[in-house]
């Protein structure tokens, strides 16, 4: 066996323990939903039927809810990967040790889904804002970005997506690389070719990706992004 491969047991992936968690947790800030609640007295038979409360009354907690899940899924992938972060990663990968790769895996792994669930929250917050404002957009429409500030009536509320983008810059880049570009977490060793010259660029792999201090970074600043955004927008949708 060649003295580079490295022999990864099922025995050497662990989950957090308590105390490990708790450090985290410490240090996260909380993050809730709007609370929308379904009007009790609301009923498809009622003579007063209105349809924009009826519409509202049910569309808004049935994406509250939803929201509380992504919520729930985007703190436990930010916990775990915190966690695989705290226990070892180097940003030198000439000096990882045995230990190191399995946390490099993990932390991989959970901030990946991170960057994920970021953006479904995101994108479910617009479909909150899409039902409140009634702006009927359909489902297979609707993208929560900047040409849907026009439509909002609310000019506190258009302020507040605003800087929240801008917040989220780097985390929406990092989400579109991972899903649809290359891998931000490792080296791009694809090369350029000049068709009109016929010319090849070779890449230099050194600096070509995103060390995970830096990914690190940024999941702190988005999720503190997340949890300002929710608590600055609660209380402009009643």
Not at 85 to 88: D, K, L, S, V
């Given at each position: 066996m060649s003295e580079n491969n490295i022999t990864i047991l099922a025995s050497d992936f662990t989950y957090p323990t308590?105390?490990?968690l708790i450090k985290v947790y410490e240090t996260t800030p909380s993050i809730s939903n709007f609370g929308f609640k379904q009007d009790e007295n609301s009923s498809p038979f009622s003579q007063d039927l209105?349809?924009?409360q009826e519409y509202k009354s049910h569309n808004l907690p049935y994406w509250d809810g939803v929201l509380l899940n992504k919520n729930g899924a985007f703190r436990q992938s930010y916990?775990?990967?915190i966690v695989n972060?705290?226990?070892?990663v180097p940003d030198d990968v000439g000096i990882f040790e045995?230990?190191?790769y399995?946390?490099?895996m993990q932390f991989d792994y959970y901030a990946?889904?991170?960057y994920y669930y970021f953006s479904s929250i995101k994108d479910t917050i617009g479909q909150i804002i899409n039902i409140y404002y009634v702006l009927r957009i359909p489902d297979t429409e609707f993208y929560f970005n900047w040409k849907l500030l026009k439509q909002i009536p609310d000019p506190a509320v258009v302020e507040l997506?605003?800087?929240f983008f801008k917040a989220t810059e780097v985390a929406n880049d990092y989400r579109n690389s991972f899903a649809h570009r290359t891998p931000i977490n490792h080296p791009d060793t694809r090369i350029i070719v000049e068709w009109e010259t016929s010319s090849i660029i070779y890449p230099s792999t050194r600096d070509s990706y995103e060390k995970s201090s830096m990914i690190k970074a940024n999941m702190e600043q988005t999720i503190d992004a997340v949890a300002k955004f929710l608590n600055d927008l609660k209380p402009l949708l009643r």
């Open positions: 308590k105390e490990e209105n349809l924009v916990y775990r990967a972060y705290m226990r070892g045995h230990k190191d399995v946390n490099r990946e889904a991170f997506i605003k800087s």
